[in-house]
């Protein structure tokens, strides 16, 4: 592996496990036994590596957000969109978890972040108007709207929620903010879901918290 992805994929687990703020420069290099100059001749600082794993990060979410092209939405679309969005926010989690003071350094990023909420406002709210053409859900614009919005704040907030509920010891369990994520945002679609539909989520739910 090249020097320069090497300093990315260490910068991401170190900035993941201890918090963007709390690594500097001289902690990547001293993680991957390099000199700090040997560092600076990839990266002139450390917003530099961020601005790079920040593209990488939009490359996957982008994908994660695209919806079907030539057929209607269903449930199983909802899934693969909550699992990937969620999946992503996960291996980018430093993101998410220093989002005000990443987004507040750097104006650029800041637009580029904003541009990747309203992509999952707007595929959440194809997908489910996908699920009321097909006879699956019930809802209003409006809902949908609303119900749009709220998917973005959960997914877009959710870790922060969780590492202030857990311990730090339970910190590292990403299984369960996955899981526990998808759910909750399940738990805010299945009441606009009708008969069976809304009776096999609540149960595909359940395995969720198991």
């Not at 496990?17 to 991957?32: Q, S, V």
């Not at 990747?116 to 595929?123: A, D, F, M, V, Y």
């Not at 006879?135 to 202030?164: H, K, P």
């Amino acid at each position: 592996m090249k020097t320069r992805d090497r300093i990315l994929q260490t910068s991401l687990r170190l900035f993941n496990d201890n918090g963007e703020p709390r690594i500097t420069t001289n902690h990547i290099a001293d993680e991957l036994d390099i000199s700090p100059g040997n560092l600076y001749y990839h990266f002139r600082n450390k917003d530099d590596i961020i601005n790079l794993l920040f593209q990488q990060f939009e490359r996957q979410m982008e994908a994660a957000l695209q919806v079907p092209e030539r057929r209607v939405p269903n449930m199983e679309d909802m899934w693969l969109y909550l699992h990937l969005v969620f999946e992503t926010i996960w291996e980018y989690r430093f993101l998410y978890r220093d989002l005000d003071n990443i987004l507040s350094r750097n104006k650029k990023l800041r637009t580029h972040f904003r541009r990747i909420l309203e992509r999952k406002i707007h595929t959440a709210e194809i997908i489910l108007r996908g699920l009321v053409e097909v006879g699956v859900m019930s809802a209003t614009a409006a809902d949908i709207a609303a119900l749009a919005r709220n998917i973005a704040v959960v997914a877009t907030y959710w870790l922060n929620f969780q590492r202030i509920r857990t311990t730090p010891a339970a910190d590292g369990a990403d299984s369960d903010h996955l899981a526990l994520g998808v759910y909750q945002v399940l738990a805010l679609v299945a009441p606009f879901l009708n008969g069976d539909a809304q009776r096999l989520l609540r149960q595909l739910s359940l395995e969720y918290l198991s």
